[in-house]
């Protein structure tokens, strides 16, 4: 939610890597609940001086509070009307400030939102797959973390490859060579960890919003969340500690399972 000058710099800034959609509002089937609730939504960018956002700080803050777990960006001037509702809005976690003219220059924008969009939980199981990494293609990597990052856009092993810039087999290839099991168990580890997010965070998320979200179909990926997980149900998803869910979701990455255990340590990742 911001004006156009501002939508225009952080579009150009983010490129075509980042979909950026704009809300008419905090509530309404355009407004930013709607959105949230329907969507895999992976950082909100909002400034508080918008037109829209008259009379609404107390409900958007609210909103954030609400979902917590995603990350928000305060884009405004240096103004009374801009600055004001940002003390209201950082006690729900605002997780960055962009000033208008002075911090939206170079690279900053790009910078603040890989930076926000990294995932705490995502960071720790990519901290498990620095060894496979370093014998990687750089352009494999980046492809990788980026599918970990936004699992809803890698609905299949094909945008995987797409993105990493090579066919499906070679790219098979090069992630069997490095001790990890398949590109396709790349895939459905990043979606059922986004997946053990939602839950998580929201008692009411169903298994219908969150493959809603992964665009993939709610029976598949119950059968995933069992698989990598090792759980029969969504409430055994949720009382999974974040530490045990990277270390399920790990194990099903690396074969054998000495190389496993070479990647987590003497113990599981701490949160």
């Known amino acids: 939610m911001l004006p156009d000058a ?14 950026v959609t704009v809300a008419d509002g905090v509530d309404g089937d355009r407004g ?31 909103l954030l509070g609400e979902y917590h777990w995603i990350p928000c960006v305060i884009y405004t001037s240096l103004s009374c009307a801009g600055i004001k509702p940002v003390v209201q809005l950082s006690k729900q976690g605002v997780r960055g400030l962009l000033l208008a003219g002075s911090d939206d ?17 995502v960071d ?5 797959l620095q060894h496979p990494f370093s014998r990687l293609p750089a352009a494999v990597v980046r492809a990788i973390r980026g599918v ?25 290839r090069l992630v ?7 590109p ?23 298994l219908d919003q969150s493959a809603g979200r992964l ?23 949720r009382d999974l500690s974040p530490a045990e869910a990277v270390t399920r979701c790990v194990r099903t990455l690396y074969r054998p399972p000495t190389a496993f255990l070479r990647a987590i340590g003497d113990g599981a990742p701490s949160l």
């Open 215 to 237: 665009r993939i179909d709610p029976r598949s990926l119950s059968i995933q969340i069992r698989e990598a997980m090792d759980v029969a149900t969504v409430a055994g998803l």
């Open 176 to 182: 069997t060579s490095v001790g990890l099991t398949s």
């Open 124 to 128: 720790q199981l990519l901290v498990a």
């Open 148 to 172: 970990f990052g936004a699992p809803h856009r890698y609905p299949s092993v094909e945008d995987l490859a797409v993105s990493a810039g090579v066919t499906v087999r070679h790219l098979r």
């Open 32 to 62: 930013l609940s709607a959105f949230v609730e329907s969507r895999s939504v992976d950082l909100i960018v909002v400034d508080p001086a918008d037109r829209r956002l008259a009379g609404k700080v107390t409900p958007l803050s609210d």
């Open 184 to 206: 396709l168990r790349i895939v459905v580890a990043a979606r059922v960890l986004r997946a053990y997010q939602f839950f998580r965070f929201s008692d009411r998320e169903t």
């Open 6 to 19: 501002f939508q225009l710099r952080l579009r150009t800034a983010l490129s075509s890597e980042f979909v």
């Open 105 to 121: 220059v170079g690279t900053n924008i790009r910078n603040l939102v890989e930076r926000l969009t990294a995932d705490a939980v």
